[in-house]
């Protein structure tokens, strides 16, 4: 039956989202409605079917990840490259890329990262190309990845479903043969027990460690973030402590290098971003205080300020350059790297960024890219025929704060979303997050841990142009291999 | 720590209640509010503290339960002395207990049951009495008993509070040392799985099998039921379908006395009744067909309709009479668990009924006193003071429908309930339940499963005299043992 879409009457569906809610109220999946009160609480919003996917995209998104993690830590560790890079891009961003390396330089001493361990949790974005029936990188998240804990319960509540025949119109069968579930809350646990105890091991601190999360106030995804911690604690037995970025100067004390958590004195063992990704979250110095703070002691970050900066999209560009890629990886790796590229262009003076230029300009080339910032976060990218639009106002200057990426061909598919409980029907396209976690030194470049972390999906209308669940449109989903 | 209460400040308690509402609703300890809406759910009223609990006394009920199972399978097994017992009730209550009593007499062929076995997941009720420090039974549940869902997690809720020093006024230490946690979902799924396995070895049905539960319509606490579905299905792969008592003769069909889902035509190996225990929820002729009908097939019921009867109160007041009770168990099983009991007198024309009316109409003794009808359900209890001028408005004929029971002394604790995000900071009053699950022959007694089933513990104000965390007052809550 795979590929196919069930075919539901009205009772049927009826049945369906009847099952799918109280699954979802009962199992943790989620969010506090828009109208925010502390005792009530409304599913997340999910399709109504898993999403079709490739069994063999599905497995090259696995089997790269490990390398990737790789990557990143290499270029991190070397540091030459990626510093140059940061420095130029501060240029062109100075308040939020140049503040982010100022306060990375401030926290050295004598050159060197009091705590040369870092922790990566990283997500790389793809989308599904349906003429290619591969799938294509969009992206590279080095901070702040979000829905591992719903990711789970997602895939837990199709296959739920799909056991108990509701999307089979008479209760008969099984309608999806594969629909794989993610353990991300439980791997990604497990990616910051790993650094806790890396951190007990080689600091031997002297009271109880607990790992600090920093995270957004007033966050309405919160219970994502909350099964990571059940996760923790019930798996591992460490607990995390949660603070806002402008807690963290009242609340943490430095005491010979070693983070504190004020209240119990307890050692932090690993500090973990939930947070502190984006421009908009540092309004005032104290923001930066935070940072600085955060970052010069022994805590181990997830991630560390240099490792979050590579996570710029320009480093991401450029690795899709087989000569820059083949110094990061060895060779069969840069072969399976590069399958899940597609062309990304600078806008710079170079050869390649001229060439670009020459392609965001013209009225029917255009169609085939997106125009993205160099800086992290979404929500500001520049669409097709936009762009020459968007460029034209642009002051020159500031044309290499973007890079040109070739779009693409996104595979579409019948779903039905379902939010505050009313179910919306239309195309969407899909998303896929591959997870993974790195335990890494940054001046050595020894790598402790690499491990895969699971998966997520994520989708939207396709009629929109954004995803983002939290803000309030597109939703977690999960896949069902075909 | 133990034994003490925690002495939280504002913001402590602040802090303590933010984990509590988060932890409830990441973790489906939740209850549709109110107003209804299918796709928001509050979480379930519960205490903020764990009440304290004799060791002795709650490994007291714990060891006692299997042969209160016996007790109560030998007593169904046997037939007779439930049979007069349950003819006299049904001449006071003809309503009811009679039209029960005339449902089981016409399922019956040649002067059999169609399945004689039966499925108890029974329920006894205690308070712990402050003057003895000795659990006190209540009252024995043979149907449709809470909560197995709710009780499972609001012990792992005060366990996560405490583990994280919550509870601490510094947040350093754990408070309790020891909260035992329940798993009543899964044992009362283990339960379910024994039953439909017995099925399957004896009846050998050609098709799958599915429990059947019998709900009640619009219900609140659902997610209490869901639980229990998803632990069935995730630890034994048995699915669960639900239906109303209204739409059982619609949605059933029965063969060649085989029970069938209409829709699947999968073939029914237990009837789970989570409704039908009251006489409100048989409104219309319908509902006594479906009662029939459930009853008279080869799935094994939970519980069948004479073990349903063996819950009336007549048999537990009897039991406390040393003669009776050392018919259905062995000498040491009797000492055991008499020491459970307290004094429960008839109100008829015997000489202990004789001596009760006195004691019931006398208004000093009566305050030690509380009249219940001898049918199923709570709600229409009369206490202490009341008890005179209620028995001098009811027709003489009328009295041998109660039983007058002496009042437990219980104890009251100091603590809190939070429901619907607010706090309420008053003595409470606890019930505990203790749960076990019995598989038996009602024709030959063969025992086939005998097991313990978890715990329960349901608080409210002790200003209040009825229980019911459904109806609006009252709280699911966990013991800390002392």
Not at 57 to 83: D, R
Not at 299 to 327: D, F, M, R, V, W
Request: hydrophobic share 35%; net charge negative; charged share 25%.
């Amino acid at each position: 039956m795979s590929g196919t879409f069930p075919a539901l009457d009205e009772r049927g569906q009826k049945e369906l989202v009847g099952a799918l809610l109280q699954w979802s109220l009962a199992n943790g999946l989620t969010m506090y409605p828009p109208e925010f009160n502390a005792y009530l609480v409304a599913h997340a919003p999910v399709t109504l079917f898993p999403t079709p996917m490739p069994k063999q995209a599905f497995e090259l998104g696995l089997q790269v990840q490990k390398e990737f993690n790789k990557v990143y830590a290499n270029i991190v560790a070397e540091k030459k490259w990626l510093n140059e890079v940061v420095e130029t891009l501060s240029t062109y961003d100075p308040e939020f890329t140049g503040k982010l390396f100022e306060v990375y330089q401030k926290s050295l001493v004598d050159g060197k990262s009091v705590q040369p361990v870092s922790l990566g949790l990283f997500r790389l974005d793809y989308m599904l190309d349906q003429v290619k029936n591969e799938i294509k990188q969009i992206e590279f998240n080095t901070v702040s990845v979000l829905f591992g804990g719903l990711s789970t319960r997602v895939g837990q509540l199709h296959q739920y479903l799909n056991k108990l025949g509701y999307y089979d119109r008479d209760y008969l069968y099984e309608f999806y043969d594969d629909i794989p579930v993610s353990s991300l809350d439980h791997d990604l646990a497990r990616g910051l027990a790993q650094a806790n105890e890396h951190y007990r091991n080689v600091c031997s601190p002297s009271t109880t460690t607990v790992v600090l999360v920093i995270v957004q106030p007033n966050e309405r995804n919160c219970f994502d973030q909350r099964h990571l911690e059940y996760a923790l604690l019930s798996d591992h037995g460490v607990k995390l402590v949660r603070m806002t970025l402008e807690e963290v100067m009242k609340s943490t004390t430095v005491r010979e290098t070693r983070l504190y958590a004020k209240q119990t004195m307890d050692e932090i063992s690993v500090v973990y971003f939930r947070a502190g990704y984006g421009p908009d979250e540092y309004t005032t110095t104290n923001h930066w205080d935070a940072r600085l703070t955060l970052e010069k002691n022994l805590a181990i970050k997830c991630p560390s300020l240099l490792t979050q900066l590579s996570g710029a999209k320009k480093i991401q560009q450029e690795l899709t350059n087989e000569g820059i890629l083949k110094h990061y990886v060895d060779e069969k790796g840069a072969v399976d790297l590069a399958k899940t590229f597609v062309k990304i262009y600078p806008l710079d003076d170079s050869t390649q960024g001229l060439e670009a230029q020459k392609l965001a300009q013209d009225p029917e080339q255009c169609e085939r890219f997106v125009l993205k910032p160099q800086r992290e976060g979404g929500g500001n990218n520049i669409y097709k025929k936009d762009i020459p639009e968007y460029l034209a106002k642009l002051p020159k200057d500031q044309w290499q704060a973007y890079i040109l990426m070739e779009i693409i061909n996104p595979a579409t598919h019948k779903n039905k979303i379902i939010r505050l409980g009313k179910v919306y029907d239309e195309e969407i396209l899909s998303e896929l997050g591959i997870f993974g976690t790195i335990l890494f030194n940054e001046d050595s470049g020894d790598i402790y841990q690499n491990d895969n972390a699971g998966f997520l999906l994520r989708s939207k209308f396709s009629s929109s142009n954004e995803g983002g669940v939290a803000a309030g449109f597109g939703c977690v989903d999960n896949i069902h291999l075909v």
